[in-house]
């Protein structure tokens, strides 16, 4: 099992230009969560998917989107990048139990997004 | 709203002296909480978590909730134990919505 994988690991952008990072959960999970990490900071949530719906979102603006795949997979869409959206964005998965709780969060190595 | 302050950005110790990092919280429900870390070149991975009351690679944590605190400790550290680590919280009932401190950067040097 390869874990989560992200793709691209790195990746220089223009600002204004729109963006699209991709996750591959680790096998049998089927929640996703995107955050992201700033220089000098701790991750921040941005939202999670599960069911290919967004569960829950975090204090970012519209221009952050996302999406899931049937196949539990998901990708992170920015729009109308700004040079304040440069950080290491991580996905994280997991697994949604009966009991509407989430096991234990396993993360990728990320994407380290400049925005120039 | 929920924060995690850790108010250490660096801490340095010996190997085999007894190590401590802190982590307080702010959140007016029962929050779950977490350390997480991330050695040299790795993702960032789970180290332990309150509810679990267990000891990993001789770490453990409890969480005070009279002082919305939950430090991590180790009582002789190792130079493998060179890390960052994140203290994190979750409320609402399950982990699916992490809140981060900044994070301390561990060094033990030999």
């Known amino acids: 099992d390869a874990g989560v994988t992200q793709s691209p690991t790195h990746l220089i952008k223009t600002r204004g230009q729109q963006v699209t990072l991709r996750c591959s959960p680790k096998s049998g999970h089927d929640t996703v969560s995107w955050y992201q990490q700033a220089l000098g900071q701790g991750p921040q949530f941005i939202f999670q998917y599960y069911e290919e719906e967004e569960r829950q979102r975090g204090n970012f603006p519209d221009r952050f989107s996302g999406h899931q795949f049937p196949n539990y997979s998901s990708e992170l869409n920015v729009n109308a990048l700004l040079l304040g959206d440069s950080a290491l964005y991580l996905c994280a998965s997991s697994v949604l139990t009966g009991l509407n709780r989430n096991t234990e969060a396993f993360f990728g190595q990320g994407t380290r997004l400049t925005v120039v | ?110």
């Open chain 2, 1 to 110: 709203a929920q924060r995690v302050t850790q108010p250490e950005k660096l801490l340095s110790v010996f190997k085999g002296a007894p190590v401590e990092l802190k982590c307080n919280y702010s959140y007016s429900g029962s929050p779950e909480l977490f350390w997480y870390v991330q050695y040299s070149r790795q993702r960032l991975q789970l180290l332990l978590r309150h509810i679990s009351r267990e000891s990993i690679k001789g770490f453990t944590a409890d969480l005070n909730k009279g002082e919305t605190s939950f430090h991590l400790k180790k009582p002789f550290a190792q130079e493998e134990d060179s890390a960052m680590y994140y203290c994190a919280l979750s409320y609402g009932g399950s982990n699916y919505k992490l809140t981060f401190g900044k994070g301390t950067l561990l060094t033990v040097n030999p």
